[in-house]
């Protein structure tokens, strides 16, 4: 009999990174509430704190609940390894926290989610790293922005607000001719409906409260690497750390380490790691990841078809339809559906106070979860002119690519034509 | 993750070998092999620098139960352990000789580990030299070439999977205790 399988994506998402236990056999993966880890004695306790053994000493660095959860997504993304964080946000500043020293540089798409443009506008910029933004689908504006001090490219897949879809393997490309590293944002996407290692991406981040998790119940991120990168002229993972004894953490783990620079230091010093239970939960979500997102995304397209040809909608921005700017890019990396976030912008008729409107249509639908949330098995809606953004004039909005019209959905996976009869129910107050 | 009758992925990851010479160099079974049958082991260009990654994997490799057998003519011990100049001078059956030199020096060890009977030869991560691997193949030992001992025992021992890495492991059946 072959040993040997390369296992289907669906099968993994069940069983990767989980093996039923030698002394009870569990069969789901059980739940290790636990903060501290016994020693066997002193000389292994050594060992551990000096990284020359494997094992957990400490829930803050390590967790057997959320190693499953790390393992199985590593293992459905084709990366090298994982390390879970407490959101997504911190999946994020614990990427930049362990590959930046001050003075550094970041050259990041300007087509990212709010918080993450506030994150790096500001945080960022307290750890002295310098930022510079670039439209995501202008290659040469990417090649002009990249100095010698730049250490990173940051970009979301699916980008926010209009959904447009990064040529990733240009710019992975790019990435590696300058040797560093193109990080991904695949939050949309999840690794379903792309893997951007696949292309060239070195590092992917996640928050997997979004589609992963899919049930809009417990906050978690991720750090992905595909362990192909060169960081040997890479200083901060390269170098001898004065916070690990002067360890060499490329030498010393070669592909693993980066990632194990993550974890037993920037884990380690920030505390931004995942919950057990939060693993726990989260592991129940990507266990139908699958199932939900060909459902998610077929919802989807139908629906932007809908809102396209209804009479009371001035735009629809999703990348699976051919009226998307990036339509053929979508089709490249993301052949199963272009995700389940899509934005709308309701016509404007003259003289009337289009936010006002939005507000109205919000209040009216009754299946559409009014909340600042995407990637549940609900769907949702959120106004950002009426909420996130209201303290911003017309003008101000625009300026951040959200028109006072713009009212964005994340679809779930109730039956389409409820969905459909909500939505046209509500344009009919209008 | 524990070890066991497990099914793996071919571990295709993180190598600069194609993958012919993986299917021959890199092999689950081979590298299985090696791992459970292994008692003593050589350990060639060992450093007696604490933070090197040669020292990495010998603590490791001593407390997952192997005896090492250093061999470096530059020291006297090393963990404890007795140098040894060359793999010749040592006077006990040596299972697997581990090389952590350079590409280029690996072929005179390699004939040495033959000459010493050794039942396997690895050449450690990064380290790649065909004609080495295959003179050791050609002689029947058990041959493993740009893998690392340490990751590789971690993956069926189930430490690289509690580091958050991807073992390429997947099974779902229950490892047997010892009663
Ligand atoms: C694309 C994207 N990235 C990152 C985040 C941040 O994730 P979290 O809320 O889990 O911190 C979000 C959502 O909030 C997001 O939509």
């Known amino acids: 009999m072959k040993t040997e399988r390369d296992f289907g994506f669906e099968t993994k998402m069940v069983h990767a990174g989980h093996i039923p236990d030698t002394q009870h056999g569990a069969r789901a993966v059980p739940i290790y509430q636990t903060s501290s880890y016994v020693f066997y004695d002193a000389d292994h306790a050594a060992e551990l704190f000096d990284l020359k053994q494997y094992g957990h000493i400490y829930s803050r660095i390590s967790n057997p609940t959320v190693a499953v959860f790390e393992e199985r997504m590593a293992a459905l993304e084709g990366a090298t390894g994982a390390v879970a964080t407490s959101s997504g946000m911190a999946a994020q500043l614990a990427v930049f926290m362990t590959l930046f020293e001050p003075g550094d540089e970041l050259v990041a798409s300007s087509h990212l989610y709010g918080g993450s443009i506030t994150q790096i506008t500001h945080t960022l910029k307290k750890l002295g790293v310098a930022i510079t933004y670039v439209d995501p689908t202008d290659i040469e504006a990417w090649q002009r922005a990249i100095t010698p001090k730049t250490r990173a490219l940051y970009a979301e897949l699916i980008g926010n607000p209009r959904g447009s879809i990064l040529d990733i393997e240009t710019v992975a490309a790019l990435a590696a001719h300058h040797h560093i590293p193109l990080i991904i944002d695949n939050t949309i996407a999840t690794p379903y409906l792309c893997r951007p290692m696949d292309f060239g991406a070195t590092i992917t981040v996640y928050s997997a409260t979004k589609f992963i998790g899919g049930h809009g119940n417990s906050l978690g991120g991720l750090v992905l690497e595909s362990g192909k990168f060169d960081y040997s002229g890479f200083p901060a993972i390269a170098d001898p750390s004065p916070k690990y004894h002067n360890l060499r953490f490329y030498d010393t783990f070669g592909h693993y380490g980066f990632l194990m620079k993550v974890r037993v230091e920037t884990l380690r010093d ?31 397209l139908k629906i932007a078809r809908f809102l396209e040809a209804h009479p009371k909608v001035a735009w629809v921005a999703y990348a699976g339809l051919p009226s998307h700017p990036q339509h053929e890019l979508a089709k490249k990396y993301l052949p199963k559906g272009a995700g389940a976030v899509l934005s709308f912008g309701l016509k404007e008729k003259p003289g009337e106070d289009v936010r006002q409107t939005g507000k109205q249509f919000i209040e009216q639908l009754k299946l559409f979860s009014h909340l600042a949330n995407i990637g549940d098995v609900r769907s949702l809606v959120i106004h950002p002119g009426s909420t996130t953004h209201q303290q911003l004039t017309d003008e101000e909005l625009r300026d951040c690519g959200v028109g006072p019209e713009l009212i964005r959905l994340s679809i779930g996976i109730e039956n389409l034509e409820d969905l459909l009869w909500d939505l046209d129910q509500a344009f009919q107050t209008l | 993750m524990g070890s066991g009758s497990s099914f793996s992925n071919s571990i295709t990851l993180n190598s600069s070998l194609n993958p012919q010479q993986q299917a021959i160099y890199q092999n689950p079974e081979i590298i299985q092999k090696i791992i459970y049958h292994s008692r003593t082991i050589a350990m060639v260009g060992l450093s007696t620098e604490r933070q090197k990654a040669s020292y990495f994997v010998a603590t490791y490799l001593r407390s997952a139960g192997y005896r090492i057998i250093p061999v470096n003519p530059r020291a006297e011990t090393i963990l404890g352990e007795k140098c040894y100049p060359n793999l010749a001078s040592i006077p006990d059956p040596i299972d697997l000789v581990d090389i952590f030199r350079p590409a280029k020096d690996c072929l005179p060890i390699v004939q040495e580990a033959i000459a010493s009977k050794a039942k396997a030869v690895w050449l450690q991560l990064k380290i790649v030299n065909d004609e080495a691997a295959e003179l050791a193949r050609q002689a029947g030992l058990l041959t493993v070439m740009d893998l690392c001992v340490k990751m590789e025992h971690g993956r069926y021992s189930g430490g690289l999977h509690e580091a958050g890495m991807n073992t390429g492991i997947l099974s779902a059946k229950r490892v047997h205790r010892f009663i």
Do not use: I, K, W, Y
């Open chain 1, 270 to 300: 920030t505390g931004c790691s995942l919950s057990p239970m939060n693993a726990f939960l989260l592991l129940q979500g990507v266990e139908t990841l699958s199932l939900r997102l060909d459902r998610h995304v077929d919802n989807a």
